[in-house]
Nanobody, 124 residues
Framework: QLQLVESGGGLAQPGGSLRLSCAAS????????IGWFRQAPGKEREGVAC????????NYGDSMKGRFTISRDNAKNTVYLQMNSLKPEDTAVYYC?????????????????WGQGTQVTVSS
């Protein structure tokens, strides 16, 4: 089955940037819609940024628009999340996920494959 391995998390200062990567293996990533989700302690998991297989449709959470960008490099079979202008409220575990059914929407229940999560901490 599709496997996803995340990297790039860590500590950033407010206003700083991080780029998360999610490497897929065993199957080509362009067969799937992809998404990034996050979960902070005591809070529900929420959609961050999602993209359809064709890259035709993308969706971002309201608080991420203008700051975060989802992209994919099919040649490298890798998904990226570029995060700029980070805020302390962005502190969470970030997960990448893949879906064979969703067309760019961040619907958690429709994502079939998940990475292990990577911690992002934004603090001064």
């Amino acid at each position: 089955q599709l496997q996803l391995v995340e990297s790039g998390g860590g500590l950033a200062q407010p206003g700083g940037s991080l780029r998360l990567s999610c490497a897929a293996s065993r199957f080509p990533l362009d067969d799937y819609a992809i998404g990034w989700f996050r979960q902070a302690p005591g809070k529900e998991r929420e959609g961050v940024a999602c993209m359809s297989e064709s890259v035709r449709d993308t969706n971002y959470g309201d608080s991420m628009k203008g700051r975060f960008t989802i992209s994919r490099d099919n040649a490298k079979n890798t998904v990226y999340l570029q995060m700029n202008s980070l805020k302390p409220e962005d502190t969470a575990v970030y997960y990448c996920a893949a879906s064979v059914t969703v067309q760019g929407m961040c619907v958690i229940g429709e994502y079939d494959y998940w990475g292990q999560g990577t911690q992002v901490t934004v603090s001064s």
